[in-house]
């Protein structure tokens, strides 16, 4: 009988850390939603009600969502990628258009562009946020420019102002990709309130969780029919829009090539209790990053990302820049060490052109409109990324767990 795999944690070689014994008894996951009673009853009164598809309650989630972050229209959908898509779709991107895009950002922000037949082209970042550095956006316009994505990577919003006024002067669209961003604020305004349409996602590990699930926001009428087409297989059936008005009323008609992007009901009645409490669960990010930034303030091998003055992220997780320079080890061993002390931890992200899908190794032509990598800072600094685990569910114990190993790996391998 074939046995279970035990999870292997260390690697021949990797030197025990001092004292041998880790940190803690049981690994700490590096998420886990925040669930509780309300949660499980608002699942439970679907599955007991008996509908399954999209209804009141994706219905009333799309109204608060809307309401809480001040726009006009919210469309939610079946996950983050899905929003993406229709994001893109929705404010205008076509076939042949050059989209501008930063590496730092989940693959699926660079794979949607792909879907509608667009040419991503990757500016690299600005070095305290990893957000993409407006000035050099600038430089990578040309006549096939149609689109700028912002993302605000780690949930730190992007300079957005500066954006905005790029996109004005060369007639371009700003999306905003907020799949990381729920809550964030730049100088008094929530992500999500910038772009013609912006993309939130609500995955298993999220700010709030649908367990999967996605939402588009715009302020554009216009915007807000393509998203509802799209998002629903491109079906049309409000009687004044039909073109075979006349087969009876039972009928509908598929007027656009759509995707079936809606949502479950089930998914609608978690993140609708989710939002709920999204106040208390920003509350308690902001509060387990405090203390990771006082814990680490007095170490020389670690940076974390610069919090710009007017804005506040939302704290999805927390990024800490290695000071390779200070140690004598590599990512690679620290992460292990990290793990060998049942602390769970992660680094984001590969620059999305790096992906084999792009064949960036074999074609320097693609992605980029000069020689050379498109992102050399990014990539540089990609290779000193760290992800340490921040989220509601822990404990201040756990968060003490994450601090004392880190601190005890790092000064480990101090040169």
Not at 68 to 75: E, N, P, S
Not at 318 to 328: A, D, I, P
Not at 386 to 409: H, Q
Request: charged share 25%; proline share 7%; with cysteine.
């Amino acid at each position: 009988m074939r046995q279970g795999k035990t999870e292997r944690v260390t690697e021949p070689g990797l030197p025990a850390i001092a004292g041998g014994e880790p940190v803690r008894e049981t690994q700490l996951p590096f998420s886990r939603p925040h669930l509780d009673k309300r949660d499980v009853e608002a699942v439970v009164a679907v599955l007991r009600e008996g509908r399954l598809a999209a209804g009141p309650r994706v219905r009333e989630f799309e109204e608060r969502f809307a309401r809480l972050l001040g726009v006009r229209y919210a469309v939610a959908v079946s996950s983050g990628t899905a929003a993406l898509h229709a994001a893109y779709y929705a404010a205008g991107i076509s076939r042949e258009d050059e989209v501008i895009l930063s590496p730092f950002a989940s693959p699926a922000t660079g794979s949607t562009v792909l879907y509608l037949g667009a040419r991503p082209v990757f500016v690299d970042v600005d070095a305290e946020t990893l957000t993409i550095d407006p000035a050099l956006v600038e430089m990578n316009i040309t006549e096939k420019t149609r689109a700028v994505v912002a993302t605000h990577f780690a949930g730190f919003p992007c300079a957005m102002e500066a954006l905005q006024e790029l996109a004005c002067k060369h007639n371009l669209l700003l999306i905003e990709d907020a799949t990381e961003a729920l809550g964030a604020v730049y100088r008094g305004r929530q992500a999500g309130n910038f772009g013609v349409t912006a993309a939130f996602s609500f995955p298993q590990d999220g700010i709030v969780t649908a367990g999967s699930g996605g939402m588009v926001v715009t302020n554009d009428e216009d915007a807000y029919r393509w998203l509802r087409l799209f998002t629903d297989q491109g079906v049309v059936r409000d009687v004044r829009d039909l073109v075979l008005a006349g087969e009876g009323p039972w009928h509908y008609e598929v007027q656009e090539l759509g995707y079936d992007y809606r949502p479950t009901e089930l998914q609608g009645a978690l993140g609708l209790a989710q939002l709920g409490k999204l106040a208390t669960f920003l509350a308690r990010r902001q509060e387990i990053a405090a203390r990771y930034h006082e814990a680490f303030a007095d170490l020389p091998y670690v940076e974390p990302l610069k919090v710009r003055p007017g804005t506040v992220p939302a704290w999805p997780f927390y990024v800490l820049k290695l000071n390779l320079e200070r140690l004598h080890a590599d990512r690679r061993q620290i992460f292990l060490a990290l793990l060998a002390e049942r602390i769970r931890v992660g680094v984001h992200y590969l620059p999305v052109y790096l992906h084999p899908l792009y064949g960036w190794i074999g074609d320097p032509t693609v992605c980029t409109l000069h020689e050379g990598p498109p992102c050399p800072k990014a990539e540089a600094i990609y290779k000193r990324l760290l992800t340490l685990p921040l989220y509601p569910a822990m404990t201040d114990a756990d968060v003490e767990d994450v601090i004392r190993a880190v601190r005890r790996v790092l000064l480990y391998f101090a040169r």
